[in-house]
């Protein structure tokens, strides 16, 4: 069984950066997929980004494409979000999750293939 766990989350004015990250424990982290959801209010689940056990294939959705990037350091079991040049639109509950697999190079956007998830982290933006 694995734990995630997110943190980094807060508000920040449009234009400015967070970072997020996702601490694992209880798995071999280097074995799984991860990724990166938000769920807005009134909106459904997307996938921002993922990243392949050995973070070297990306995802980006279009929408943070350019503003966002996903990295990974096996050696810490964590997996980081970094955001920048945030819009109020980007105002969230950030999640990851983690999806195993034998594949180095597999990574997916869909929520159904991941096996596990974090509590979350909200990130406001403000206008």
């Known amino acids: 069984q694995v734990q995630l766990v997110e943190s980094g989350g807060g508000l920040v004015q449009a234009g400015g950066s967070l970072r997020v990250s996702c601490a694992a424990s209880?798995?071999?982290?280097?074995?799984?997929?991860m990724g990166w959801f938000r769920r807005a209010p009134g909106k459904e689940r997307e996938c921002v980004a993922a990243?392949?056990?050995?973070?070297?294939?990306?995802y980006y959705a279009d929408s943070v494409n350019g503003r966002f990037t996903i990295s990974r350091d096996n050696a810490k079991n964590t997996v980081y979000l970094q955001l920048d040049s945030l819009k109020p639109e980007d105002t969230a509950v950030y999640y990851c999750?983690?999806?195993?697999?034998?594949?180095?190079?597999?990574?997916?956007?869909?929520?159904?293939?991941?096996?596990?998830w974090g509590q979350g982290t909200q990130v406001t933006v403000s206008s």
């Open positions: 999750a983690a999806a195993r697999t034998l594949q180095p190079t597999y990574r997916t956007r869909v929520a159904a293939e991941y096996d596990y």
């Open positions: 209880g798995g071999t982290f280097s074995t799984y997929a």
């Open positions: 990243i392949s056990r050995t973070g070297t294939n990306l």
